[in-house]
């Protein structure tokens, strides 16, 4: 069984997004199945038709950019028309039996246009009107905001089957009005063998960012204001209070570096909070050794409520403490005072508590970790994770059958 995914971006760039997608794919072709991947003009812009990137041929849009001067909901419709041609040419050549197309909604309607009656998966990892939201582009309940979420129903109601990542999503499609039988979770999950637990600390680095001696609250990944991070900033003094030697590891960069490195300032905490800048994929895990608690504080909004995160799972991999706020999309990944502990979202004296707590209750650390690691290695695994396709590409086929 031959699958064309569609996809925003891939390989050589890297996200969580070409994370799962490398994930699925592999366990996909060592189930015995035919991924085949294509990127949209979103990828970027080039006239290469294909690219072999880590042993996977990847199909590109060869595109020169969708022009600026053209006003907002014409650049996408360029975009997909663009895709659609593509994706049309692709077919004839490769023959897929399913069309699989990947968040966000403008990779759905070119791949249900150039499909020619076979089947077309919808897989939603994010609303793309939340996900705006967070990045100030509009407002909930804006007229963009509206049509955004009109487009993903409507491609819900096209598409012949639906996959999501976790139940919170699942929920807001089933609110749609969209029968349950077509919509199925295939949720994030871990290569626990590529994230081996860590045993010590990288003792080069920790001297080099001068963190001897100290508990170390960590943080990788891109600074988004959806993270919290702000938010944890400014409840550090409070901590300190409670845990003099405490100091924050910041790994990574976004749109909000700037204002987190003014916040640092305002608040006099040059000595407690590291930035490291964004560092080499390969050197990642020196930094994660350093951390006591991987901490996740995500504000309490419809993107984080309903999506759920790779990087906690990637921590419990690496046997490291977790701490996150009790979003809906952590409380599907962490079982609080088991595999980790969580805090009410906004709250900073209770993110001051439930972490003064922790750091405190080092006994039970080595508990909490093994069954973090047990969970990442037995549970939430990408072989039990993409077996749940096999029902969906089933039904699919049969349609297409009966087509």
């Not at 060869?62 to 022009?67: E, R, V």
């Not at 509009?138 to 955004?148: D, H, P, V």
């Not at 990087?311 to 979003?327: I, N, Q, Y």
Request: one cysteine or more; proline letters at 5%; a neutral charge.
């Amino acid at each position: 069984m031959r699958i064309l995914h569609v996809l925003d971006h891939s390989l050589p760039k890297h996200s969580g997004y070409v994370f799962r997608t490398m994930s699925i794919m592999a366990q996909q072709k060592a189930m015995g199945w035919d991924p085949v991947l294509v990127t949209t003009p979103r990828h970027g812009t080039g006239s290469d038709l294909f690219e072999d990137v880590d042993g996977w041929r990847i199909y590109r849009t060869p595109n020169s950019g969708i022009p600026k001067w053209l006003p907002p909901g014409l650049r996408e419709m360029r975009e997909m028309r663009i895709t659609k041609y593509r994706l049309r040419a692709l077919i004839g050549e490769l023959n897929p039996d399913i069309l699989h197309a990947h968040s966000p909604v403008l990779n759905f309607f070119p791949a249900f246009e150039a499909a020619g009656g076979r089947p077309v998966v919808y897989e939603i990892r994010a609303f793309w009107e939340d996900a705006a939201v967070d990045h100030g582009t509009t407002r909930e309940g804006s007229l963009r905001y509206r049509i955004s979420r009109a487009m993903e129903t409507r491609a819900i109601r096209q598409a012949t089957e639906v996959t999501t990542i976790c139940e919170g999503l699942r929920a807001d499609i089933l609110a749609r009005g969209i029968r349950p039988d077509k919509v199925t979770v295939i949720p994030n999950a871990v290569n626990a063998e590529a994230f081996p637990p860590i045993t010590e600390k990288d003792a080069t680095l920790t001297k080099e960012l001068g963190l001897e001696g100290r508990t170390v609250l960590g943080f990788a990944g891109s600074f988004y204001a959806y993270e919290g991070l702000e938010f944890l900033i400014r409840a550090l003094p409070a901590l300190k209070a409670e845990v003099p030697d405490v100091a924050l590891l910041l790994v990574g960069g976004g749109p909000t570096e700037d204002r987190l490195r003014a916040t640092v300032a305002e608040l006099g905490l040059e000595d407690t909070v590291i930035f490291t800048g964004r560092v080499p994929h390969d050197m990642v895990r020196r930094y994660y050794s350093l951390a006591d608690i991987m901490v996740y504080p995500r504000h309490g909004i419809r993107l984080t409520e309903t999506v759920t995160p790779l990087k906690p799972l990637e921590a419990m991999a690496m046997t490291r403490l977790v701490l996150a706020s009790d979003v809906g999309g952590h409380r599907e990944l962490i079982e609080d005072g088991r595999t980790g502990r969580l805090f009410r979202a906004d709250d900073a004296a209770d993110l001051v508590r439930v972490c003064a707590e922790l750091i405190k209750d080092r006994e039970n650390w080595g508990a909490m970790l093994k069954a973090g690691r047990d969970y990442a290695e037995n549970v939430r695994t990408w072989q039990n994770s993409v077996a749940g396709y096999e029902a969906v590409y089933r039904r699919c086929m049969k349609q297409s059958r009966r087509g």
